[in-house]
Structures are given as structure tokens and as C-alpha cells.
């Protein structure tokens, strides 16, 4: 449990972090953070299972880190909007 809180409050960190930065890209922030936050939250923190075989954690943790950064965006674009 202690894995996947760890890499779910670093997503929020990251996304808010990065929420900040210019946008100078062709898309909206609420599509490219998160895939950008999901891909460097596995090269630092990694996944959640050992070993390099898809399995079941991987779809979690591909979806929770996506859907609580999206989620995020979207407090942030609330807040600040």
C-alpha cells in the first residue's frame, strides 16, 4: 500500500509542478499532463509489480496514475480559472 500511495501523491506533485510550466504544445492541458506525468512517474518511481511482465498492476497503475492527474488538471483549471 505504501508503493502505491507514494505514487499516487508523487502524481499530484508532478502534475501540479508541471501545471505551471507554459503550454506550448497543440494540445490541452488536461490530455498532455497526465501521459507526460504517467511516463515519468514509471522511469522514477517504476511500477508496482516486479520484473518486466505485463500483469494486471500494470493496467491500475497505468489508469489510477492517469485518472488522479487528470483529475488533478482539472482542480488546478477550477481553482485558477
Known amino acids: 500500500m505504501n508503493v502505491i ?3 499516487l501523491v508523487f502524481s499530484v506533485l508532478l ?3 508541471l501545471y505551471f510550466l507554459p503550454n506550448n504544445s ?6 498532455i499532463l497526465p501521459f507526460i506525468v ?3 512517474t514509471k522511469y522514477v518511481l517504476g511500477d508496482w509489480d516486479d520484473g518486466y511482465i505485463w500483469s494486471y498492476s500494470d493496467i491500475y497503475f497505468w489508469g489510477s496514475v492517469l485518472l488522479v492527474s487528470y483529475i488533478t488538471v482539472i482542480g488546478m483549471n477550477e481553482l485558477f480559472l
Open 15 to 17: 502534475t501540479t509542478a
Open 38 to 40: 504517467a511516463l515519468l
Open 5 to 7: 500511495f507514494r505514487t
Open 26 to 31: 497543440n494540445f490541452r492541458k488536461e490530455y
